[in-house]
């Protein structure tokens, strides 16, 4: 593996995250991602909780991952739209991170995930040295990579074995198990963010869906109410057979 087609000289100090660009100064590609992003996030965040209770991981969301030095850097960078990465520190010395660098931090993210906003070609690009899949199958080497096209409400998941990406198939649910995390991918339709869309979502793998924090809140409420009818049931009862309840 190399991360440089243009080897620094003998001394070269490689750039970190804080000198290299955060952005290639495009904009993005369709609303649907930063919403997307965040419905992954925050419904998987219990779970991360649980499986690394000290914290040591980092999540990033349209964050540019350097595998190579390029003139501009950015042309040695791919950002997905949504990746983790675990046993990592969630700040590098108190600093949150601009981008992921490999050359700083070795470790590869177990999962990334691209929402394809065209047809999906760009995702599935196996040129070498410039195509997506080829530079994640070959070089930054997540251990599962995702493909999800919206408009066709259809994620395609990838694992690499062996030094080569494998196409997984769906389980009876039409998810897809993400076992180091104990999770299920697949496609939910429903509405976020006022949005009705399928989006791509999480389960465990008895196939509960996980749930985002407002869901999580508006379901303890539900349950709340139907205790309050339950209770209100009961005492109606009780003073119907000439039982005061406070009493």
Known sequence: MTFTSNPPTSGTTLPDHTQLPESDGTFVKNWQEHPQSILLTDSITPILKQL???GQYCIGQDLGIYWRITDPP??????????YVPNVPPTLNGQIRRSYVLWQEYIAPLI?????????????DKTP???????????????????YEVNKASVEVYHLIEGQYQLLPANERGHYPINPLGVELGIWQGEYQNAELPWLRWWDLQGNLLLTGEERAEQERERAELERQ???RLMAQLRALGVEPEA
């Open 230 to 232: 339950k209770s209100d």
């Open 52 to 54: 690394i209770p000290d």
């Open 112 to 124: 990334v995930l691209e929402f394809a906003s065209g047809n999906g070609s760009e995702e599935r």
């Open 74 to 83: 950015e042309r040695g960078a791919e950002a997905p739209d949504w990746f």
């Open 129 to 147: 040295w410039t195509g997506k899949f080829w530079i994640y199958e070959q070089v930054i080497r997540p251990a599962f990579y995702g493909i």
